[in-house]
């Protein structure tokens, strides 16, 4: 099967609500999903990125806005006529069927002969490490042999593209990392195009080929998960992903920006005297015990690493050591110096 | 909203199946729900010269239909009182009382018996137990010329036959009352009686509310008590309506008294639906608790309660035993021996009424089955304009009191252009729109908690509208399906108060012979008639509840309980 692309160009889906009038659920969003990528719409709850995918699936009609599906336009389409495999955060196994008969499902309603579907679902249920239980009733299984029924009948009937629906949620953290490799290598084998949503940052960035960062309806940033690591588009992003210190920097020329009395290198093409948002992350500072502008707040041992709140003048910073092994703890009240390394600081408005 | 509703209309219309399913019960809610009430509003509001209140202000000015008014009022709110007192008793029983499984059987039993029973089998016994020449009163007593009529027998009757109703209300909520809460008031030092008062008993009043309006409507409804116990001296809405049009033919007399009996009926819903309906304390579930014995009851108390519950049981008991032996003998109370007579007079002249029944019970049963489960499909899972609108609609002829639907279906129904009265198809389309409310609630209130991914999830697996609810949703609410026929067809066997306005030569039922054999005083016939009744119902219900049983339903909840609806 050939993947197919997903394209959503400015889909917009809004709703009354009682107090504060007409609210966008979704505003504007423009997305390409290229042939087998997998994009995440990673974003706080009500950021409106299940609201998206149910429009993509058609669970949910678009106010405005057009959503194409391997070129064709899908955006009045009904659910049943897409082709689209839809994992759900609660499974939505058939309650009333055996794993057999819910993976069959889409089979059956195809008119698939019987000798043909039960090839397809031994064949499927292998795939997801599910062979022999066929007879088992969905309610015997625990939660992520569910899932594994659920994944399964979404990809049996070869769907032209996957959505998932914040598919680990229900899911211990143990069992949400092995599910979530499964989940990507089995993408990967069938090559399929598929949008995966989650509000857990560590996920989408394990799983994803590109992420899509949404707030409050609409997409606020694009890219793979270094880029939005490294240089995020807002203040949201940065602080959605990862952890941030985010600072008022002035500008002192092209590649010098001053945050409280320390002078660091920085590109920016702001003008001197400019007043920047600056994000470092905790792990980019690195401390000495020389004595410096810094003085510990507070140490936190945390086995991989040590977390520290240092005050700088006025600004607290979070610092991240990982080389903590190597060196004697700094003590509380202690003064220190920061190093920024070089490329550390990325300035948000700045491009 | 302009684009949300424009969007509702598209979905509906890009899906024929959907858009065919809805027209069609408009249509038939049209017909059979708005038509013949709007008849009967004509006829009460409408003369030569237009609308005119003068036939309202002359009926109500009448001081036979005030104390008929009146009299409903008093009977209703004993019932009322006296029915959920019972209920109470028996839910509290049921729930403390530490019985075994096998004695809260008989009292489940002896409580689901009269509800499923013919309207006059209360009456029947009543008489044959009370009457001038009771069992009890003449036989044990010895007194001459006993007089059962009135007040006192037809509050006994009424009570005795529904509160059940009260008892299916109380038990889940006291059942979902958390022990710990009595648990926690105990270890604080309060008595036992202390905390029933100030923890148990508060938990459960809007329980007690809703028991009380249910028994009240109940009994205002009610049309077969009052008809054979109530006598002269008792006037009620119900039956004045009915004997206005049956000896007097005053149709339009009819109309307005049973408009009347509207007033109060309506109250009565709209407290439960909009006061009570949303003040609970305790969530019903379908999750049952474990019955852990509850030490919040002293054992005394409880025994006495066992005690109180049994001895009910063994007068209803006693009841119907009384009914089954007076359809064995020649003449009960005057000719004690054994004889079929009855039997085969039923059989014979009573056929062709056994014979109409059962043909329009059979018919009705899988259209009203199929009707509940469409139309809650559509209330609880599509989103259409006047979605709302058919909501109520559907609940109305199961809001009114019986003999309005019936003096609105034979008003509207007389004449061309829908000259139905006389035939089968009228009898039919009463009970099942009068009935499958039940239905329909059963199958929102399960559909509530299937969650709507799964319909989805049908839906991304190529399924259309038509095959998800055939696959998926259909199966998933067969018990209110089952549910539905259940009430159907029970209904069909023993109502009333609507389709005895419906009946003609041709088509007899069941309820109408025994109610003319009653007045002809041929109580044997009437007592064979429901025996047989009883047992029909009974073996319906038992083959339904094994089909239930089967069935892999993801919630629990009885199945008894659900075949007689609220």
């Known amino acids: 099967m050939t993947p197919v692309s997903i394209k959503l160009d400015r889909v917009s889906k809004h709703f009354d609500h009682t107090v ?30 299940s609201t998206t995918l149910r429009m993509i699936a058609g669970f949910e009609e678009p106010d405005e806005g057009t959503i194409l599906i391997g070129g064709k336009d899908v955006t009045h389409v009904m659910p049943n006529k897409r082709g689209i495999g839809f994992v759900f955060q609660n499974y939505a196994l058939f309650p009333h069927l055996s794993v057999f008969e819910n993976v069959a499902y889409a089979l059956q309603v195809q008119g698939r002969d019987a000798a043909s579907i039960a090839r397809s679902v031994s064949e499927v249920l292998e795939l997801v490490g599910l062979a022999r239980y066929e007879r088992q009733q969905p309610h015997q299984l625990s939660g992520g042999e569910q899932q594994r029924v659920a994944l399964a009948r979404a990809v049996v009937f070869e769907p032209k593209v996957l959505l998932f629906d914040e598919p680990l949620s229900n899911l211990d953290a143990k069992r949400r990392v092995e599910m979530r490799d499964e989940i990507r290598s089995l993408q990967k084998r069938i090559g399929i195009s598929t949008v995966y949503v989650t509000h857990d940052q560590e996920e989408a960035m394990a799983i994803s080929d590109r992420i899509a960062v949404m707030d409050q309806g609409v997409v606020v940033q694009e890219g793979d998960a270094e880029s939005l690591y490294y240089r995020p588009a807002t203040e949201f992003v940065a602080r959605f992903i990862g952890r941030a210190n985010i600072l008022d920097g002035k500008v002192i020329s092209a590649t010098e920006v001053e945050i409280e009395g320390l002078r660091l290198r920085v590109a920016t093409r702001r003008a001197p005297g400019e007043v920047v948002r600056l994000v470092i992350r905790p792990e980019m500072i690195e401390l000495s015990s020389e004595p410096g502008p810094g003085r510990i707040e507070e140490r936190t041992f945390l086995g991989e690493k040590t977390d520290y709140r240092v005050k700088l003048g006025a600004e607290t910073l979070q610092i991240t050591a990982t080389d903590h092994y190597r060196r004697t703890p700094f003590d509380v009240g202690q003064p220190v110096s920061l190093h920024f390394h070089a490329g550390a600081i990325h300035v948000i408005d700045g491009h | 909203m302009a684009q949300a509703q424009s969007a509702s209309w598209r979905r509906v219309a890009g899906d024929p199946a959907l858009l065919g399913t809805i027209a069609a019960i408009w249509i038939l809610l049209l017909l059979f729900v708005l038509f013949p009430l709007a008849h009967l509003l004509e006829r009460t509001f409408v003369d030569e010269n237009g609308l005119t209140l003068a036939p309202l202000l002359e009926s109500v000015r009448d001081p036979g239909h005030q104390a008929a008014f009146v009299n409903s009022l008093i009977l209703a709110t004993a019932v009322g009182v006296w029915g959920t007192a019972l209920g109470f008793l028996f839910a509290l029983t049921a729930v403390r009382g530490g019985l075994g499984r096998h004695w809260l ?176 304390y305790v969530t019903v579930t379908g999750k049952v608790g474990q019955r852990s014995r509850n030490r919040t009851m002293a054992p005394g108390v409880a025994a006495l309660l066992c005690a109180a519950c049994f001895a009910v049981a063994a007068l209803i008991a006693y009841f119907y035993a009384l009914l089954l032996i007076a359809s064995l003998v020649v003449a009960f109370g005057a000719n004690n021996s054994f004889t079929l007579h009855h039997y085969e007079v039923i059989f014979t002249e009573g056929l062709p009424a056994i014979r109409d029944t059962l043909v329009i019970a059979a018919i009705g049963m899988p259209l009203g089955g199929l009707y509940g489960v469409l139309v809650g499909y559509l209330i609880a899972r599509r989103r259409f304009p006047g979605r709302r609108a058919m909501e109520i609609v559907a609940m109305i002829n199961y809001a009114l009191p019986g003999t309005i639907v019936g003096i609105a279906y034979l008003i509207a129904f007389n004449d061309p252009p829908l000259a139905l009265t006389g035939g089968a198809l009228i009898i039919v389309a009463c009970y099942v729109f009068r009935y499958s409310p039940t239905g329909i609630r059963a199958t929102v209130a399960l559909l509530e908690q299937i969650d709507r991914s799964l319909e989805e999830a049908s839906a991304s697996l190529g399924a259309g509208t038509r095959e998800t609810f055939r696959r998926v949703t259909l199966p998933l609410i067969a018990p209110a399906f089952f549910a539905g026929l259940g009430v159907v067809f029970i209904r069909s066997m023993t109502a009333i108060s609507a389709t005895i306005f419906l009946v003609s030569i041709s088509w007899m039922l069941i309820t109408v012979r025994i109610l003319e054999n009653m007045t002809e005083m041929a109580l044997g016939p009437a007592a064979a008639f429901s025996v047989f009744v009883i047992v029909v119902v009974f073996a319906v219900v038992a083959g339904l509840s094994a089909v239930l049983a089967r069935l892999r339903a993801p919630t629990g909840g009885t199945a008894a309980r659900s075949f007689l609806g609220g």
């Open chain 1, 20 to 49: 504060k009038g007409q609210v966008y659920a979704v505003r504007d969003v423009s997305l390409e999903v290229a042939d087998g990528e997998l994009l995440t719409l990673l974003g706080p709850s009500g950021c409106g990125k």
């Open chain 2, 105 to 280: 059987t008989v009292l489940d039993a002896a409580a689901l018996l009269p509800l499923v029973s013919p309207p006059f089998t209360t009456s029947i016994s009543i008489i044959f137990s009370f009457g001038p020449k009771g069992f009890i009163t003449h036989d044990l007593l010895g007194l001459a010329n006993a007089s059962v009529y009135g007040f006192w027998s037809t509050c006994f009757a009424e009570t005795l036959t529904y509160f059940p109703i009260a008892y299916l209300t109380l038990r889940p909520i006291l059942a979902a009352i958390d022990p710990n809460l009595e648990e926690m008031a105990l270890s604080l030092g309060g008595s036992r009686w202390r905390i029933f008062r100030t923890v148990t008993v508060p938990l459960a009043v809007p329980g007690f509310a809703n028991a009380f309006l249910l028994l009240f409507a109940a009994s205002l409804a009610d049309f077969a008590t009052p008809l054979i116990l109530a006598g002269n001296a008792f006037p009620v809405l119900p039956t004045q309506a009915y004997l206005q049009i049956t000896g007097l033919f005053d149709f339009k007399g009819g109309a307005v008294l049973s408009l009347i009996l509207l007033l109060p009926a309506a109250a009565v819903f709209v407290a439960q639906r909009y006061w009570v309906g949303r003040r609970t």
